[in-house]
């Protein structure tokens, strides 16, 4: 149950899965998708909310080959400059997409997590969305007659996400923004969790949520390995390097520098660490 | 008088606006990160009767110290009323009906106050993509009402937008209703040089005021479409010393 | 906003109104039933998961003609006597029942609180409650072509709930079991709230949820108004009672006498407990 | 040898099943009030793997030290890995497949394990007015398995339910893929004279264990329908002094 985290991506994340690696700004797995790129996974369908510096990396770095997602973009500073080059140049390689807004993407997850086929919400209604992704259908309320929005629910093969803390047994707990986090590991066939720390005993927190082992696969203790986001109570948000992403992902060449010098030429998250200086 | 950028004049005039529909008690506002959430923190430390800010990442009545550079910042958790989760938010909450005031921008707006966020060019083989959709649509479909803040420019204030992300009135007036829409749509659009508000008849955007030291030429050059004006077109009040270094303050913080 | 259980209900519960006076064993509203038969509301359609004593009382009472619910017992006693005696000897007057699931009712109310017409789930299959309930339907999954069960929202006129805490400003906070309280006031047109305390500031607890007060139309201040229920963190349940219930609502006359005495022949909940012995 | 009585019979065997089903990594347990909630928590004092107790009222993994009256009672949340809503106890972990084992008790069983608590007899003037179904519908329909503990008589072991209130195989075997439940269906019906278990060509119950003392006749005489027996009949064994012993401290605390 606790393991490293190689040890976690080698057995559970395969060539060709899709993955959700969530996080709404708080508790962006990276530690993971550094993982990802050093294993040289191929052909993955990513699935998020908000792609953002963690799946840039993994879209410039050729392991992505289908992205479903509702917004793209360095939250606060711009475009994402590799996910960017992908949809528009084709570089490294053609990236499919499946684009939501963020009610349909949550509904989704939600759906997924209760075991259901497909959700509804109020929406997409007089946007271009539909036009472009078959994954929105409308269903028709049978007491009402109104036409509500249906979407299918999401299941990944893997759901990794950064958590707070877990006890020696695999509980997981997580407080602070909570995205859909739960709802992503839920949803997922088998989950990887990384951890700031791991306790005896969970103390409880206001606001937190508790995880049972018995719904996560993996648990890897990798103090910080949301950087540059964040882990309420551990950390604040690390502003300086998402800015500093924008210029350092703006180039190819200058993109491939810095993957093969701090992650792939790097053997783990705490040589990352080091490497970037943090 | 003091000095000030067209900026700050567009972010004091949309957090007048908040300010008095939170007087009416029209308080719950909708934000997103940039220029609304500054204009709505600024709302916030101008006015008797603040906005209630909520933001996507489920905070609700979130009141930041300083100025959050995402919508995740742990400062909106921290100083929030209460947290939930992004189903939560979009479902229990904007969803519902519970928004009065939707608080959107974007790269281009059309004259029937469509935004697009997505793609310039066709989708297929953009010329540029953008971050997507994100909360948008539904908060534009949703809300009590919108309102919407951008810089203006010929390229950004399009007869048409070249991929419709959130709805504004659709291709005219009645649109909305057609769609059985729940929420009012945009109101006010506030941008660096204007404030523009729906025609009654027609729904397409018209000039209604104009900031202080803008001429109808300068707008008119800088949008898209035949633009028309309001019987009368008053100017802005000019930014106070108060408004200014209150803006000042946050966003040196 | 902060007024007392007599102006509130004088003001926001109506003859022939539907009310959800909810809560799951824990925070059960049931000094706010007895207001309501104090002020000899008539005509009303009770909405609840779990109807128990509370609802037993306001059924002896004659208050009700409808009944919506997915389990009316006494928990861990046995029957509700007033309720059976209602249904099968249509006494007082004849009630109305609509009758579903747990699963179903959970996903009326959060369907209410989330705006949409109706909700989905995998339900009733197999069993003999659509036939009688008109309020159990199928949709078709568009994806998938899968039949699910699909069930209106419920959108009560009144959500009424006890909880631990508000502030002055009316925001109120509860914690412990939490049932469908937060789907019952978000998905009625109005509210009530009775809290244990009123404080200046909320203080943080562990597992607490925040109703902002801008959802609640009033809040009343009634210390261990959920009696017999409890409220976690101030009393604990009054298991006694329970039991007792049992023989005091078996004969119609005994509940007569007991409502008259306790319910009718006093002004308050103060009143009430003291008549009690509570 | 110790003195018993067949109640405690009954829930020593069927906390016996519960601890052989955790050992066999069917631990998640969804528990009701009453006979289920005893025997799941004499289970969870008797072995090693411990059975993990759910409740409808959204208590993950509950640990009580004592027996809760109510499915509420707050020893169930005090000791508790996490307490959800109850909305997404239904969603997020019974309807998703999360639970091992779904324990039931009614009013009424049939041939086929389907289950009665909702009246006897008809549903619009019934003669008992039960209190309905509860979560019972969709732990029967979810459930990986379902565990039934029940007294028996002829009048509550009946060839067909009044009302069927949560489905078990229907009219027989093949309606519950025909219905396409998730879940397996009851496995195991402890009562306070027997076990039975569905015969794998009818899905009909029959019985697969005597309890000590209990002739074949007493069963036959305590069922409404023409009941049948497995080839081999085993008598179950004598409770111990430790599970007799466990079982009337958890009744006494």
Chains 1, 3 share one sequence.
């Not at chain 2, 904007?94 to 310039?120: C, M, W």
């Not at chain 2, 008119?220 to 479409?225: F, H, K, L, P, Y």
Request: hydrophobic content about 40%; some cysteine.
């Amino acid at each position: 149950m606790i393991v490293t985290l190689q040890e976690a991506v080698a057995e559970h994340v395969h060539d060709g899965d899709t993955l959700a690696l969530e996080g709404f700004t708080h508790l962006i797995p990276h530690a993971a998708a550094h993982e990802i790129i050093r294993q040289g996974r191929r052909n993955l369908h990513l699935v998020r909310m908000t792609p953002d510096i963690a799946y840039d990396q993994l879209i410039g770095s050729g392991c992505v080959t289908r992205l479903t997602f509702s917004w793209g973009g360095n939250p606060g500073v711009g475009s994402l400059q590799r996910f960017r080059d992908a949809v528009e140049s084709q570089w490294p390689h053609p990236l499919e997409i499946e684009e939501h807004s963020h009610a349909g993407m949550a509904t989704r997850y939600a759906a997924g997590a209760a075991g259901l086929p497909f959700g509804i919400l109020r929406g997409y209604i007089g946007t271009d969305l539909p036009k472009y992704t078959s994954t929105i259908k409308t269903v028709e309320c049978p007491f009402t007659g109104e036409v509500l929005a249906a979407v299918p629910a999401i299941n990944p093969d893997v759901g990794i996400i950064h958590a707070q803390r877990a006890d020696r047994a695999g509980n997981v707990q997580i407080w602070g923004l909570l995205g859909v986090q739960k709802e992503a590991v839920l949803a997922s066939q088998r989950s990887i969790v990384t951890v700031e720390e791991i306790v005896d005993e969970l103390p409880e927190v206001p606001g937190a949520v508790v995880l049972p082992s018995w719904v996560v696969t993996a648990v890897c203790h990798v103090a910080g390995g949301a950087h540059p986001s964040f882990a309420m109570g551990f950390s604040t948000r690390d502003n300086a390097f998402y800015k500093a992403w924008d210029s350092i992902s703006k180039d190819r060449d200058a993109f491939i520098a810095w993957i093969d010098k701090h992650v792939k030429g790097t053997a783990d998250f705490a040589e990352y660490c080091e490497s970037v200086g943090i | 008088m003091a000095e000030y950028t067209t900026d700050e004049l567009m972010i004091v005039n949309a957090a007048r606006q908040l300010g008095a529909l939170a007087a009416a008690g029209k308080r719950q506002c909708f934000v997103g990160i940039g220029l609304p959430s500054t204009a709505a923190n600024l709302a916030r430390r101008l006015y008797p009767i603040e906005p209630v800010l909520i933001y996507e990442s489920g905070c609700i009545d979130s009141k930041p110290t300083r100025l959050p550079l995402s919508i995740g910042d742990g400062e909106l958790a921290e100083t929030s009323d209460a947290v939930v989760s992004v189903p939560e938010i979009f479902a229990y909450w904007l969803q519902a009906g519970r928004i009065d005031i939707g608080f959107l921008s974007g790269a281009q707006l059309d004259k029937f106050a469509n935004i697009n966020s997505t793609v310039i060019g066709s989708y297929e083989s953009p010329k540029t993509r953008l971050p997507g959709a994100g909360g948008a649509p539904e908060i534009a479909a949703s809300a009590g009402s919108v309102m919407v803040i951008m810089r203006q420019s010929a390229r950004a204030f399009v007869d048409r937008c070249d991929f419709r992300t959130s709805i504004g009135y659709g291709d005219g007036k009645g649109d909305r209703e057609r769609f059985g829409l729940r929420g009012g749509g945009p109101k006010w659009v506030i941008t660096d040089l204007a404030v523009m508000e729906p025609d009654p008849d027609t729904c397409e955007l018209i000039v209604v005021a104009l900031h202080p030291g803008i001429t109808r030429e300068q707008v008119v050059a800088a949008t898209g479409w035949h633009l028309r004006f309001a019987h009368d077109v008053p100017t802005t009040a000019e930014p106070t010393e108060i408004e200014l270094d209150t803006l000042r303050a946050l966003q040196a913080a």
